[in-house]
């Protein structure tokens, strides 16, 4: 069987109502807890999945190797998995490969499952080297697809019910400080396993309910820049959108996150006209320079990453047309986002909760206070 189809043209196009479920929790202390309550979350939101994939991110996982990348791919057959480990030989030194450990029956069909702990050769800047390699894996390697590529993080996703991905990969049994989920619903892309989310890159994750309709727009904005959309789901921009504006744009690191959630979901320019004319420059500014990154369409998406430190973001539309819930333990120690409440009061019963307003980021960063989300985004910015 194939897992890793990359053709546009042998792909149906199944076409349903939206819905998806998305979650996320993050011990602010890097407290490791097992991936029990990320499961639960997941559970309590059955309605809004298929069965046609779903998804695990977690952070923390690999700390006697937290120097290397960890490629973790998923591989149609033995020499998909040949090829992979030849062209990593060529452009990394492979530290240490294992295979990912699998319950077996679970799924009645699955692919490899492998990661690779490797060191770049050459390069100026590692992180590129490393995006080019997933890039070229992705797009040039049949049978093959990298799941994700960053530090001391991997993605666990597949073809299946939330639940079931989550005894496939016995993620009850692993333990991070950070994770986020996704049950899958899809609306306008087939079910498969490349095509399940967390989206990831680098140490970027993300997950996302909606649909992105600017998706061509995004595309061609990315390409400009080297990525290449290839993995049939619109979520994938959402993942390089947020590492291009972070990353290569050269925003302070401190305000990097907020710029790129600005970016895919800019001010009105009616709002933008209201603001001091401090903020007004900033946000048009940021506006017309990113314009080709604005994600329209109905979406409410978490993304984990931990540059330049471990942070999740929970941001929306502007017209907020998915939902989106945040809120935080009673030791404030615990953050959460998740698509309802119910999937919160779960495994936490906190009544600090609260709903951050359309296209407006709430971001919790390690050691930061959180942005709730209900303020001016360029709140509390020296924009001097």
Not at 248 to 265: D, S, T
Not at 337 to 358: C, G, M, R, Y
């Amino acid at each position: 069987m194939t897992f890793i189809n990359k053709s546009f043209a042998t792909l149906p196009v199944m076409r349903e109502r939206a819905a998806c479920g998305i979650a996320g929790l993050f011990n602010l202390d890097r407290k490791m807890v097992s991936g029990e309550n990320i499961v639960a979350m997941m559970a309590a939101m059955e309605e809004r999945e298929n069965g046609l994939g779903a998804g695990y991110a977690a952070y923390g996982l690999f700390p006697k190797l937290k120097e290397y990348y960890c490629m973790q791919l998923i591989m149609d057959n033995p020499e998909a998995k040949s090829a992979v480990e030849e062209f990593l030989k060529g452009y990394t030194e492979i530290v240490r490969d294992e295979e990912v450990c699998v319950k077996k029956g679970v799924l009645k069909e699955y692919p490899i499952v492998w990661r690779f702990f490797v060191s770049p050769k050459g390069g100026e800047d590692p992180n590129d080297t490393m995006k080019e390699i997933i890039m070229y894996i992705n797009c040039e390697i049949k049978g093959a697809f990298c799941l994700s590529g960053g530090k001391d993080m991997a993605v666990f996703k597949g073809n299946g019910w939330a639940t079931e991905i989550a005894d496939f990969y016995q993620i009850k049994d692993i333990k991070a400080y950070m994770w986020s989920a996704h049950s899958r619903f899809p609306t306008n892309t087939p079910g498969w396993w490349g095509g399940a989310h967390p989206f990831s890159l680098l140490g970027h994750a993300v997950v996302h309910n909606g649909e992105i309709t600017s998706y061509g727009t995004n595309v061609s904005y990315l390409k400009e820049f080297g990525y290449e959309c290839k993995l049939l789901t619109d979520t994938e921009v959402l993942a390089y959108i947020f590492d291009y504006i972070t990353r290569k744009c050269g925003y302070p690191p401190k305000i990097a996150h907020r710029i790129a959630a600005l970016a895919m979901a800019p001010p009105y320019w009616k709002d933008i006209d209201r603001m001091s004319a401090e903020k007004k420059k900033w946000a048009g500014n940021i506006r017309i320079t990113h314009r080709k990154a604005m994600a329209n369409g109905p979406f409410s998406i978490i993304i984990t990453t931990d540059a330049p430190k471990p942070t999740m973001i929970g941001h929306s539309d502007r017209k907020k047309l998915r939902p989106m819930i945040a809120a935080l333990s009673e030791d404030t120690e615990t953050f959460y986002l998740a698509s309802e409440l119910n999937v919160i009061h779960t495994i936490d019963k906190t009544q600090n909760f609260w709903q951050p307003d359309p296209g407006k980021p709430v971001i919790a960063s390690l050691g930061e206070p959180v942005i709730t989300g209900t303020k001016d985004p360029l709140e509390g910015i020296n924009l001097g």
